[in-house]
């Protein structure tokens, strides 16, 4: 159910508020919180509807930072009722993953644990490591976040060494495969020398490794290591006898000492100061620790109890039912306990118990897991420390009334006014958000090959990036987390003067502050000022500056190569009559480069979708001209 669309936030309109309050029924069920765009702002369940959903509105009532900012942007509410609390939280968990609300973060995506995906959309999957779960196709999995990095790197540098799996994510040649092949490294996958099928059976065995279930594994490679033997097939047993000792020898320092070790369990523990929680998950299987993940969650959001069942909700839904230990012992007591277990034991299809130990063995499992989130705290207290330092003496430097909690650098980059390109980086409380970074493809016509313009590209870029502020005045600036406090210009006075005019322009220099970092003596230059800052280029708030002013061009620099290198593919192929964009697409798709269309003969041409003899003609005598 839903509430008609309106200009008026809740806040600003006491009695639609209560009204939709009061058509909230007590009954358990998910509510939806949107703004005035209709972009879900949060997903929450409840056993309560009313209840819950009233007391974020309540007079006096003590929200964190974050759900106040919420609160002030709610438009609208829409609820769905479940019959039961357990069905409210498979239901949350799906729309969670679906929609991915800001407001619905807990765990602080600042990319500093990694992950490894495994694309199983796709007919030869890739297993890469990556800093981000992205959103993509549904049937890709990823596995994680690790706290060990080298662990995780060596681990999946032996399982591409003990099973044939794809080596490179693009062939090195067209019609033969690489030296990988004969090593016996790789099946063969660019040019289809194994099916889709018998590919993905190794690649779920690679999956069982970072699902903790090696032990299964070791098993299953036993049983065909034998099974090969006996059918006189010495060599593909001596394969797996080479599996099962690299998959033992990575098992041998895991070993964590349980007297019950054959029982699988998770032990998870949090060590949280003013601002942080640092959260540590221990993956236990048959007495083996064969996983350590970390997460951050912001501290004032929730008791240590409550965070912990968010962690658990949070992970738990994105993991196949074999990952779900039959066991997980908790350092505090969860609010919702009966809830999640009921959720969990759904899932894996048995039981599952959630143990808050006082004494003896597990409670001793759960202090060396807190212990080890202690000192990850520790380190990330260090490193806002320094963080912080900077922000400060940044403030210092520029006279500003607050720290600068989102700065923004921007840059230009082109090659004598050919593929300019912009770049935006943003840096949240001293640190890079990537996830707000954004390109921007130069539109003035006058930026062209052989007449660059770096002060009209900026002024662009700057225009483009903040007139939704001028032509809507309602939305916010203050306390929005996507208005910048602060905007870094790569360039001298004449960038900067640029930028300062079109602010002016759109009425918003008042809101915002904007400086200059020149790149020769790293001075620093305010609008209005002929001189640069009396600043030392070493101290914390110009190294800040300048990190911001080196991701800015790498960022720009990146784009702009990858415009450049897609021009020159391109380019060569839009000069053949009929050939669209389309089937340019399944060209390079066919061939993977402008060298090996040249090479191709009519048969293999005709062969690539879409292209009929008469094309596959105008093609080949493009590049074989009489």
């Not at 191709?600 to 094309?615: C, H, K, T």
Request: charged share 30%.
């Amino acid at each position: 159910m839903a509430t008609s669309t309106t200009e008026l936030l809740l806040i600003q309109d006491p009695e639609r508020l209560e009204q939709i309050l009061k058509e909230i029924p007590l009954e358990p069920g998910i509510y939806l919180m949107r703004d005035r765009s209709g972009n879900i702002l949060y997903i929450g369940k409840s056993k309560k509807l009313r209840s819950r959903v009233r007391s974020y509105f309540r007079p006096g009532q003590q929200l964190s930072d974050r759900l106040r900012m919420m609160v002030r942007q709610v438009a609208e509410i829409e609820f769905i009722v479940t019959d039961t609390e357990a069905e409210a939280l498979a239901l949350e968990a799906n729309l969670v993953k679906q929609h991915q609300p800001y407001f619905n973060v807990l765990l602080k995506d600042d990319k500093k644990y990694p992950y490894v995906c495994i694309t199983w959309s796709e007919d030869y999957p890739r297993i890469f490591i990556t800093r981000k779960r992205r959103k993509g196709n549904e049937k890709d999995r990823y596995y994680g976040p690790y706290v060990d990095v080298r662990l995780l790197r060596s681990t999946l540098h032996l399982v591409k060494r003990l099973f044939p799996l794809r080596q490179r994510p693009r062939p090195l040649f067209k019609d033969r495969p690489c030296l990988n092949y004969d090593l016996g490294c790789c099946p063969g996958v660019c040019q289809a020398l194994i099916t889709p099928e018998a590919y993905h059976q190794i690649v779920q065995k690679v999956a069982m490794v970072f699902q903790g279930r090696t032990g299964e594994l070791l098993e299953l490679l036993q049983q065909q290591m034998e099974k090969a033997a006996g059918e006189l097939n010495f060599e593909l047993a001596a394969q797996i006898r080479d599996r099962l000792q690299g998959l033992k020898a990575l098992q041998a320092d895991r070993k964590v000492s349980l007297p019950d070790d054959t029982v699988s369990r998770d032990a998870i523990a949090i060590a949280a100061d003013d601002k942080h929680g640092c959260i540590q998950l221990f993956q236990i299987r048959a007495g083996k620790l064969v996983g350590r993940l970390g997460f951050f969650a912001d501290a004032q959001s929730g008791t240590p109890g409550e965070i912990l069942q968010r962690v658990l909700e949070e992970h738990y839904s994105y993991v196949d039912s074999v990952e779900i230990p039959p066991e997980i012992i908790v350092q505090y007591e969860l609010p919702e306990t009966e809830i999640l277990v009921d959720w969990l034991s759904e899932i894996k299809g048995r039981k599952v118990q959630i143990i808050a130990p006082q004494r003896q063995i597990k409670a001793e499992l759960i202090e060396m897991v807190e212990r080890n989130a202690k000192y990850e705290l520790e380190r990330t207290q260090r490193f806002a420390d320094r963080n912080l330092e900077a922000l400060q003496d940044l403030a210092e430097i520029l006279d500003l009334a607050d720290l600068p909690k989102r700065i923004e650098g921007y840059d230009i980059s082109h090659i004598q006014g050919a593929n300019a390109v912009a770049s935006q980086v943003v840096f949240v409380d001293g640190v890079a958000a990537k996830q707000h970074y954004r390109h921007y493809k130069i539109k003035d016509p006058n930026v062209r090959a052989g007449h660059s313009d770096d002060f009209a590209s900026m002024a662009e870029v700057i225009r483009r990036r903040f007139r939704k502020y001028a032509e809507n005045t309602s939305l916010e600036r203050q306390g929005n987390p996507d208005f910048p406090d602060l905007i870094m210009i790569d360039g001298g006075k004449g960038q900067l003067s640029a930028v300062v005019a079109v602010l002016q322009d759109l009425n918003l220099l008042e809101d915002v502050r904007v400086v200059s970092l020149a790149k020769q003596r790293e001075e620093i230059f305010l609008p209005g000022e002929s001189l640069p800052l009396h600043t030392n280029s070493e101290q914390p708030g110009v190294q800040l500056l300048r990190r911001l002013r080196d991701e800015a061009h790498r960022f720009a620099v990146s784009f702009h190569r990858q415009q450049r290198t897609s021009k020159l593919r391109r380019s060569r192929l839009d000069d053949i009559p009929g050939l669209g964009f389309a089937r340019q697409k399944e060209l390079l798709a066919h061939f993977h480069s402008i060298d090996y269309i040249r090479e191709a003969n009519l048969q293999q041409l005709q062969a690539v979708p879409g292209i009929g003899s008469v094309l596959a003609q105008e093609i080949y005598n493009y590049f074989h001209p009489a």
